[in-house]
Structure formats: structure tokens, C-alpha cells
């Protein structure tokens, strides 16, 4: 009884509960918001819109008093037009194309001339028509080829020196090169530099202002006298005259040294630029003496002797007493080794205990030298070679019996070793007399502005 009763009651609640949500639903389907009758349709915004904006015009031609001036619209038109479709000429000048190449070791003027766009035939047709201005089997690194593309033609430069260039031009309309040499104008600028050494010649060099080929070309001036290995003394000074020449771009092509003083342990050397006659440019001392001699002081720049000529010296490898017949010049491995007169290789090769090992017969048949223990030797040392002074036969190195990177270096005087700190180095012939005075002419303001010491630059 309770049971059913309780189900009774359930049901009738769940019906009146049902008809209470059927009520509520139809009552808020009849019932309309009271905002919404108050705002017009949407689609009546357009055209109230449009109305609106036709009676702002009207009001404003009506104020104006006469109708708006077309001139108006035209001009606009006219920008925009200007805007929308720039002018440009009928036959427009094509800007030139330009490629450059620059050699690598072991390049050819071939490689770089296809690097450049040309096919080989090509390539070789237009070495044939240098060879009789400037034979391009002489093409060194460094150095670059340029490839200029213009209206008139193809024109290809091969940059010679700082100041002189190859040019060949091929026309448009043919298949044919012409090679010919231009000189490019250059400007120079010269400076006077001077500097006390407290620490080392390229510190001095540097506070002074000169770069490290300047620098260079000052030890190259006075190798013949001074030895930058063992002479340089903390005190000693120099002054230098030089000129900076650039080309006509504004380039720095380099800087060449017109007149010098080198102060050394209290003793002095100055030298001067000079061209001779001939056309041969050497440096000379004030009165017209070469600074050139027979020999270099040093086969090594900047290094340090750790080893003199001696007649009993413990080997430092054998470990036994015997004769040291050179001078050890003790220097970074790869350190250019330089001959110190001109002559011909008379060996070449391995040789020992020494290493790789060179042996030169200067012009004086009666003098030798010898280079031990290089790294390697120069590109083309060979022998039966013709060397120069100055020129760059190997590098130091530590080949054979040697406990550090070192050159043994020996000069001979009719086969027998002597000691190549103390010859004697005959100088090179002086100025002529017929040619002194030109000399003087010609030196005399080097060496006075050298002593004015003025440190503006000039142009020239």
C-alpha cells in the first residue's frame, strides 16, 4: 500500500512539472522585446546613408555659389596617372656588367679568362692578340683579370702592376680583339715619419705611422750595412721620406721611399732614391755611393743568431766536440730565406745531416754559400738556376740534424769555410761623374726635406 501510494504521488508531480515548462515556453515565444519595435530594419541603413551624403553636396555647392571647377579633376587625374605609371625613356642605356678575377697559385691566364665567361678558343684567340703587347704566360697570383660588358663592346683588363694594365676591347659587331697598355694617373702624397726604437724596429715603425711593407723596404734599403739580426740597439732611430702613390679610383697602390736615415749604435747611414741614366732606380748615400754591396749582411731578416762560427763546438745533437763552419740563424719555420748575392745553383737537394740543402756560385766564381736544414725550397730552385740577390731561394726548417727550426748558413771562400760575419762586401759601382751633378740636381731636396722633419702630408 505505501508503495503504490508513493508512485501515485511521484507521477502526479512529474505531470504538473510537465505542464509548467510547456507554459513558460509558450509564454516566451508571445513575448516580443520592447526595444526592438522602436529601431528600423537594417535594411533601410544603405539608403539613409546615401540620402544623407547627397544633401551634404547639395548644401555644399549651394554655399560655393557656382558649380565645381573641372580643372580640378583633371589635375588630380593627372597625378594619379603620374603616380600609377611613371615615364621612362624610349631606349633606355643598359648599365655596364662588370666581373672580376683575381689569380690563385697555380691559375693561368686560360682558367681565369673561362672564369670570366669565355669559352678556351676564345680565350686562346685573345692571348695570341696580347702576346705582342704583353705576353699573358706572365700572369702572376695576386694579380686580377676584369670583364667589362657595355653598349660598345666587351673590354677584359688584366691589371699588371699599380700602374699599367692590358686592355683588350672587342667591338659589338665583331669577332675581333685589340690589345693594347694603359698607364692609369695616379696622385702621390708624401710624408715624413721618424721614431726612436725602445722595444723593436716594427713597434717604432708603426707608432711612426708606417706600415709593415714600408717597414720592410726601410730594412731592405739598409741590409747591406746593418744586420737586423744582431745590430739593432734599443736607442737607435730613423727618419723617413715617402710617398704614398694612389690611381685614379682612390686606391692605395703603395708607398715607395724617396730618402732615409738610419741611426745605428750611435752611427749613422742615410740613403737616397734615385734613377739613373739608364733608367735603373737604386738607392745611394748623399755623395753618390751605392748602397748595394757584393753581399747581404743577413740571408734571414729578423732573426737571431743562436749559433756563431766556431772551430770547437759541441754538436747539440751528435754530442760531440767538432767544428761549427756557419752561423745559425735561429727563426719561425717558414721564414723566407733570401740569397745574399747573385749567382747560380750549383746544388740543390738533400744533403745529409744538413737536410735540404743549396749551395750557390756567386758572380765572384771564388765565393760560395750554403743554406742547411730548409723546410723546402722556393717554386722553381733548382739546379743550374740563375738567382739574384735579394731573391727567395727556400724557408727555414728543421730537416737533417737540427733540434729547432734553424739555417745554417756558410759562406765559402774557394771551397774552405769562413766566418760570414766578418767579410769583407765590396760596394756596387757609384754614380759616374758625367752624371753626379744630375744626381745632386735631382737629391739634394729629398735629403733637405728629410731634414726639415715635417710631419703634414703633401699632395702632388
Known amino acids: 500500500m505505501p508503495e503504490a501510494f508513493h508512485k501515485d504521488f511521484s507521477d502526479r508531480n512529474s505531470v504538473r512539472s510537465n505542464r509548467r515548462v510547456r507554459s513558460l515556453r509558450q509564454r516566451h515565444r508571445r513575448a516580443k ?55 621612362f625613356p624610349d631606349h633606355p642605356a643598359a648599365a655596364p656588367k662588370m666581373i672580376n678575377t683575381r689569380l690563385k697559385e697555380g691559375d693561368s691566364s686560360i682558367s681565369a679568362l673561362e672564369r670570366l665567361g669565355f669559352d678556351a678558343p676564345t680565350a686562346h684567340r685573345m692571348i695570341r692578340k696580347a702576346k705582342p703587347v704583353y705576353s699573358l704566360a706572365r700572369v702572376q697570383a695576386g694579380h686580377h683579370f676584369e670583364r667589362i660588358d657595355g653598349l660598345s663592346g666587351i673590354d ?3 691589371h699588371i702592376d699599380g700602374l699599367t694594365r692590358l686592355h683588350l676591347h672587342r667591338a659589338s659587331a665583331s669577332d675581333d680583339w685589340q690589345a693594347s697598355l694603359s698607364t692609369r694617373k695616379t696622385i702621390t702624397r708624401q710624408h715624413i715619419a721618424s721614431a726612436s726604437i725602445t722595444d723593436s724596429l716594427f713597434a717604432a715603425a708603426a707608432a711612426a705611422g708606417l706600415d709593415d711593407r714600408t717597414t720592410m723596404n726601410l730594412v731592405d ?18 727618419k723617413v721620406l715617402y710617398e704614398e702613390r694612389f690611381d685614379d679610383t682612390g686606391s ?9 736615415e738610419f741611426i745605428n749604435q750611435g752611427k749613422s747611414f742615410k740613403a737616397v732614391r734615385y734613377e739613373q741614366l739608364d733608367g735603373q732606380i737604386h738607392y745611394f748615400t748623399p755623395n753618390g755611393k751605392s748602397m748595394r754591396k757584393a ?44 740569397a745574399i748575392g747573385d749567382g747560380r745553383i750549383e746544388f740543390a737537394g738533400w744533403k745529409g745531416g744538413y737536410g735540404r740543402f743549396a749551395l750557390i756560385r756567386h758572380t765572384n766564381s771564388n765565393h760560395t754559400t750554403a743554406y742547411g736544414h730548409m723546410r723546402a725550397f722556393a717554386r722553381g730552385i733548382k739546379k743550374g738556376k740563375r738567382i739574384r740577390q735579394g731573391q727567395i731561394i727556400g724557408y727555414v726548417g728543421m730537416t737533417g740534424l737540427a733540434t729547432g727550426p734553424h739555417l745554417h748558413f756558410e759562406f765559402r ?48
Request: hydrophobic fraction near 45%; aromatic fraction near 12%.
Open 156 to 158: 677584359v683588363y688584366y
Open 33 to 87: 522585446p520592447f526595444f526592438v519595435a522602436r529601431l528600423p530594419s537594417p535594411g533601410w541603413f544603405p539608403l539613409i546613408g546615401a540620402a544623407g551624403g547627397f544633401a551634404f553636396i547639395l548644401i555644399l555647392v549651394s554655399i560655393a555659389g557656382h558649380p565645381v571647377d573641372a580643372k580640378v579633376d583633371e589635375t588630380l587625374s593627372l597625378i594619379q596617372e603620374e603616380w600609377l605609371k611613371p615615364g
Open 413 to 460: 771562400l774557394r771551397g774552405r769555410a769562413v766566418n760570414p760575419l766578418t767579410i769583407k762586401r765590396a760596394p756596387a759601382k757609384p754614380i759616374s761623374s758625367s752624371e753626379i751633378a744630375r744626381f745632386q740636381q735631382q737629391t739634394s731636396p729629398l735629403l733637405s726635406q728629410l731634414q726639415e722633419l715635417s710631419s703634414n702630408p703633401a699632395w702632388s
Open 295 to 338: 753581399y747581404l749582411k743577413a740571408p734571414v731578416k729578423f732573426s737571431r743568431i743562436s749559433s756563431r762560427f766556431q772551430v770547437h763546438r759541441k754538436h747539440p745533437v751528435l754530442g760531440y766536440t767538432r767544428a761549427h763552419r756557419g752561423v745559425d740563424y735561429a727563426a719561425p719555420s717558414g721564414t723566407p730565406i733570401r
Open 252 to 260: 692605395l697602390l703603395g708607398s715607395v721611399i724617396m730618402a732615409a
Open 221 to 238: 734599403i739598409f741590409a747591406w750595412d746593418i744586420d737586423f739580426a744582431r745590430d739593432i740597439r734599443k736607442g737607435d732611430s730613423f
